[in-house]
């Protein structure tokens, strides 16, 4: 369903109106694609503040892949913010603020953002590192907390597609509080990632990665870069690699399934047996497996396993999901349990089958779909939130376990309103606070949802796991 308002303020009338009636403006944002891979505008700026030291030259390293960067001391930034013509202006700030242990030292926050913001591109990204906040030391926690807030905030205020994110780097240890060389290193998928157009519906979000001793029991296993060779990785990091996504017929399952079929993925492509025709054209079109399959049937993980091209798979998406909408005092039981049927009970039951059978190879990667009504909650979904909400807490609970047991990652992609059939059949006043109420004030694409599932299944994310990440323009809801 075409976003009228949006192509509305797109035009010199609709613009004029809009900005006259101060109403909201959505900035067109820059998706991925070969012919444009960065993000707009020059050189992405690299500060830190206070006593921060992340592991410079490993740092230096992670921005390389990212595009052209320039390292500033705080003390000489300022003049910078005068910047003017969009390839003058920085395309990301990346702020190292991994060591700020107490309260005072967030001044150096302040004093290393507020002159550099207004040379940030429109699209452009202000990414600020932290450490996890300490159990042993509250004077920390409470710095590195008091991140989060400003970094939610800061995301609130940016204007044009810009956005900002805090991603937590693990510290080496409490006498030497800053990111080993091999923790930035096992952050680089996530840095390049957060870098990029794929990541332009995200906004606001919180992003903690393990330390490098812990991610790499469920790093690269399943081959060093796949059987094209390291060369070819970059351009198909999951080469070698099969993948099941359920849903895959239409909406975001589809284009989880196309993303991961251009990253080189063989992609086994689920939908229920009424979808065939839509999933063995694209199944085609992706030359992966079509799989007609409910995948609310009792022995759908044995299925499943039984049609994998070799018996097992490095990447689940559970993407299959149902609305059944009433407020709880007209819904009957029929729609209650459906929807906690299709959307949690299957994804539990079918992971845990296809964990059983060892069919999920070590180095793999699990993503499960919830939604920002399972973390906010939302009217006439006490259903659907319920069953979203589970979906986070299987999240939560299995990660470590499938980490240490079965060397795989488990993490919920935990979309907004995105643009698909399922939400063009929402009634048109609910759909347009759905597009408008984020600070991106536009609806997301499948695109978005799919990249986000892409960088969390790539070979380098072993230490990207147990996180809920919300790709949602950071709507009001939740976020
Ligand atoms: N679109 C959004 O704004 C939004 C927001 C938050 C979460 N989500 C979640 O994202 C996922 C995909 O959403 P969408 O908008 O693309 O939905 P959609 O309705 O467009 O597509 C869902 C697909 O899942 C398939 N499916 C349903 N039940 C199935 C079953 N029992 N077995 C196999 N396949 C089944 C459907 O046939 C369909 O092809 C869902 O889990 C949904 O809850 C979507």
Redesign the pocket.
């Known amino acids: 369903m075409a976003d009228r308002y949006f192509h509305l303020t797109r035009t010199r009338p609709g613009r004029f109106l809009s900005k006259r009636l101060g109403l909201p403006r959505p900035e067109p944002l820059r998706r991925w694609s070969a012919e444009r891979p960065t993000l707009r505008g020059g050189p992405l700026l690299h500060l830190t503040a206070g006593q921060s030291r992340c592991a410079d030259a490993a740092l230096a390293a992670a921005l390389d892949g990212c595009g052209p960067h320039v390292r500033t001391d705080t003390a000489g930034i300022s003049g910078i913010s005068d910047t003017s013509g969009t390839d003058a202006h920085h395309s990301a700030v990346v702020l190292d603020a991994t060591g700020i242990r107490a309260v005072a030292e967030l001044r150096a926050v302040h004093e290393a953002l507020h002159p550099v913001l207004r040379s940030l591109a429109p699209g452009g990204r202000v990414l600020v590192l932290g450490s996890p906040p300490s159990a042993e030391d509250h004077h920390q926690a409470a710095a590195q907390q008091a991140l989060e807030g400003f970094v939610r905030s800061l995301a609130k205020e940016l204007t044009r597609g810009r956005t900002a994110q805090l991603l937590r780097l693990p510290v080496a240890s409490a006498e030497r509080p800053q990111p080993a060389e091999a923790d930035v290193r096992a952050a680089e998928s996530t840095l390049r990632f957060l870098l990029s157009p794929k990541s332009a519906f995200l906004s606001g979000q919180v992003i903690e990665v393990a330390g490098a001793a812990d991610s790499t029991s469920a790093g690269r296993a399943s081959g060093p870069t796949g059987p094209d060779g390291p060369a070819a990785a970059d351009e198909r990091p999951l080469g070698g690699r099969t993948a099941l996504v359920?849903?895959?017929?239409?909406?975001?399952?589809?284009a989880v399934a196309s993303t991961l079929a251009r990253d080189g993925a063989h992609v086994v492509c689920?939908?229920?047996p009424?979808?065939e025709d839509?999933l063995s054209a694209l199944a085609a079109r992706l030359e992966g497996t079509a799989l007609p399959?409910?995948?609310?049937a009792p022995d759908a993980g044995e299925r499943i396993a039984a049609a994998l091209p070799d018996g097992a798979l490095d990447i689940l998406v559970?993407?299959?999901?149902?609305?059944r909408d009433r407020r709880l005092v007209n819904m009957s039981a029929e729609r209650w349990e459906s929807v906690l049927e299709?959307?949690l009970d299957?994804v539990l039951r079918s992971t845990d089958q296809l964990l059983r059978a060892g069919a999920v190879r070590r180095g793999g990667r699990i993503v499960a779909?919830?939604?920002?009504?399972g973390i906010a909650g939302n009217t006439g979904q006490t259903n659907?939130a319920a069953s979203?909400a589970g979906v986070i807490g299987m999240v939560r609970s299995l990660a470590p376990r499938a980490a240490a047991e079965h060397g795989v990652t488990v993490n919920a992609v935990?979309?907004?309103?995105?643009?698909?059939?399922?939400?063009a059949a929402v009634p048109f006043l609910v759909r347009e606070a759905?597009r408008r109420m984020n600070s991106l004030s536009q609806?997301?694409l499948?695109v978005d949802?799919a990249e986000t599932t892409a960088w969390l299944a790539h070979p380098d994310s072993g230490g990207v796991r147990g996180q809920v990440v919300r790709v949602c323009g950071q709507s009001l809801l939740g976020a």
């Open positions: 359920t849903g895959a017929a239409r909406g975001i399952g589809e689920l939908d229920v009424g979808a839509r399959l409910d995948i609310a559970h993407n299959a999901g149902i609305t299709v959307n299957s779909t919830a939604s920002i009504a659907y979203k935990a979309p907004g309103f995105i643009e698909t059939e399922m939400t759905g609806g997301g499948p949802v």
